[in-house]
């Protein structure tokens, strides 16, 4: 149990363009998900974390107007990715956790390239 | 601020060899530090917790907080342990669940 799935697993967008990525908890309702952003030979850094029903929680530096992040339900939360420029792309992963104590299982990432 | 430090990029043993992965930390208040492993093509998975203190695959990792290090250790490394390791550190006075990550270490069991 515990799986977490990301789609799409690779996007590649023109400069200017808007693009979603959804974060699924296949089999467990995930009260928390969070969505982390790494760059090539880098740490994975957090962005912001979910709670399902209310807004965001982003971290110091990330503009919350630039990454929307939806988490309407138990199982799905959203990253929107707006008005991307090429340094936008970047490998972003999510994770899910059951509650806000327990474990966080990740998915498998999304690659986002923008042109 | 809290920082986690893995000082190796890469390292490389051979089957049978010991294996230490370093990780160091700073952080004020009580850390609660884990290890993720990302295997060739897979997604991050936790690999240990220093709360359980329980042996996952023959790895063990020690809180010393006198150095400040959390070192995943392994007596006896196997090829399939070759793989990419995180320390991570839970920012308890932070936002739920925030985990701070160090740069990893790409561990290589040469056969």
């Known amino acids: 149990g515990a799986v977490v799935s990301q789609h799409p697993s690779w996007v590649i967008c023109k400069s200017g363009t808007s693009v979603k990525i959804e974060c699924r908890s296949l089999d467990f309702q995930a009260t928390t998900m969070f969505w982390y952003r790494q760059f090539p030979k880098q740490s994975l850094m957090l962005m912001a974390t979910?709670?399902?029903?209310?807004?965001?929680?982003?971290e110091q530096g990330v503009e919350k107007d630039k990454f929307l992040i939806n988490h309407a339900s138990l199982t799905l939360s959203t990253l929107t990715v707006t008005s991307a420029h090429p340094e936008d792309s970047s490998f972003y992963i999510c994770?899910?956790?059951?509650?806000?104590?327990?474990?966080?299982?990740f998915g498998p990432g999304t690659r986002l390239l923008v042109l | 601020a809290q920082r986690v430090t893995q000082p190796e990029k890469l390292l490389s043993v051979f089957k049978g060899a010991p294996v230490e992965l370093k990780c160091n930390y700073s952080?004020?208040?009580?850390?609660?530090l884990f290890w993720y492993v990302q295997y060739s093509r897979q997604r991050l998975q936790l690999l240990l917790r220093?709360?359980s203190r329980e042996s996952i695959k023959g790895f063990t990792a020690d809180l010393n907080k006198g150095e400040t290090s959390f070192h995943l250790k392994k007596p006896f490394a196997q090829e399939e342990d070759s793989a990419m390791y995180y320390c991570?550190?839970?920012?308890?006075?932070?936002?739920?669940?925030?985990?701070?990550f160090g740069k990893g270490t790409k561990l290589s069991v040469k056969p």
């Open positions: 979910s709670n399902e029903g209310s807004k965001a929680t982003y």
């Open positions: 220093h709360i």
């Open positions: 952080y004020s208040g009580s850390p609660e």
């Open positions: 991570a550190l839970n920012d308890r006075g932070g936002s739920q669940g925030n985990l701070i």
């Open positions: 994770s899910a956790a059951r509650t806000e104590q327990e474990t966080q299982y």
